[in-house]
DNA sequence: ATAAACCTTTACGTAACGTTAATGTCAATA
DNA sequence: TATTGACATTAACGTTACGTAAAGGTTTAT
């Protein structure tokens, strides 16, 4: 079977601007081209467009998918699964995306004259955690983990003394949750002074402080697995035991 | 405080490039021009920054932040919820696209020699089901089932006679599945008769057959809810069963 | 013959800048 | 003071995957 553009499009799905594009960057070239000029297409490029729009719902760019049909030893499975990979860590930046948004709303409700000052103090710390996971390994090993912290410290216009002050506070803050998880109570001296020490670190990152603001992060700790893989480090539960206490503490 | 674009780029984070496009387009117009030609920025302009990169690091794009920042009595609350609405809605598209990907790459690890004609049957009917899902009901409604089917069919390109049989098959299947479930045994002989019926139905959709890519397939009957619906709409624990007919019946 | 339907290429528009290129200005130094 | 290096400017193309005209040939049917 022979098909002009039209008839392509017509049984694809696909517009007739999309084929001529295709042809143009040399992703589907038609069988051949009639002597006025129109483009035909044979069986053999039907089954190639199918495979195109396989690789396209899947989410891959026109670049990629070309990449992927011409070469013959091209590893299929591994493609998908790279692919894949993206896909999820796109789906994650998205899964901060909407906790960010999530938390404005929580606290645009709770407080609404929460300056804009103060939401990009959080905004940095975002873009800084994410720039860390983004390059931070690599970057750590390469450099080191000094030149790391310095450059994250710089980022965040903080004083190499209220860098060390911050450091201080969270070690103690960790210590505090150690004591509080024997203790197993999140309400108790010693897990209230863990909500305390953190109170007192977020002062690092926030130039104002609000029990809602301070509830709505302990929320997300356990919420958010970044966070949770974070602190339960320390010890399994901790992002729990460190989101009751903080809930404990701020009354919320 | 006055900056001039590279000041105002170092202390936000963002090029000059950007904030000569944020003049250009009437986002962020500096305070003053110089003598020479230099755009001259101030405090408020550093503020509106901020509240331009906490919006736009909420996803949003350049054009609604203009118009957020630019209404005075726009409900930035609503349009935070909106916005986050519009989130989920993509992340949605995101997980359905990573459950395909998903997928595929379990058929095709099944049997690493799965071409690509097999995995566009399977996309094919995928798209089908997911058309179906969309806008079945109402076609249904209009239409008739028959269109709807004669649709698919021509749609899975297939004859009306492979098709009549296809159902024939499927039929007879069903029937060997509710006997086996009768037996209570999906090793015993009506089980095993609807593991080969479901193989000869597959034959419809894949133009090879694989043990792995089966079993693959079986698997994926209990864990996709929309399968599992489909098959225990036969009789609750049905999916189950013609898993582990399949299972016991491939020898995986 | 003429119109309707179908084909072609060319080219601008999209979002948010990155990246040269060509050129003018400011501050510090030889 | 002349030069140099850092910094400023505008202009304009490139990016992705086409949508959407516009201007004009080709095929088919009447």
């Known amino acids: 079977m022979e098909y002009t553009v039209n008839q392509l499009a017509q049984i694809s799905g696909v517009s007739t601007r999309a084929l001529r594009y295709y042809h143009q960057i040399g992703l589907l070239t ?13 069986t053999r490029e039907v089954d190639r467009l199918q495979q195109i729009l ?12 070309g990449k992927t049909l011409n070469s013959p030893d091209f590893n299929r499975l591994k493609a998908l699964k790279e692919h894949k990979e993206r896909l999820m860590e796109k789906r994650m930046q998205l899964d901060m995306l909407i906790e960010n948004v999530k938390k404005t709303i929580e606290s645009a409700e709770g407080r609404m004259d929460m300056s804009d000052k103060e939401k990009f103090y959080g905004f940095k710390k975002q873009l800084l955690e994410q720039n860390e996971k983004e390059y931070g390994k690599e970057t750590r090993e390469r450099y080191g983990e000094k030149t790391v912290e ?11 003394e209220d860098f060390n002050k911050m450091q201080a506070v969270e070690k103690e803050m960790i210590q505090a949750i150690q004591d ?17 020490l953190h109170k007192e670190w977020l002062g690092f990152y926030w130039p104002s402080y609000s029990k809602e603001a301070h509830a709505g992060l302990a929320r997300m700790y356990t919420e958010d697995e970044r966070f949770k893989a974070y602190y339960d480090k320390i010890r399994p539960g901790a992002a729990e035991f460190l989101r009751d206490a903080i809930l404990i503490f701020t009354g919320k």
Chains 1, 2 share one sequence.
């Open 30 to 42: 038609p069988k051949r081209i009639s002597s006025t000029g129109y483009r035909i297409y044979g």
């Open 54 to 65: 396989f690789y396209k719902e899947m989410g891959m760019s026109l670049e990629d998918i």
């Open 180 to 196: 509080g998880m024997a203790e197993k109570d999140p309400g108790g001296e010693a897990g209230q002074r863990a909500a305390r």
């Open 150 to 160: 310095e450059s994250n410290r710089k980022f965040m216009s903080m004083s190499e």
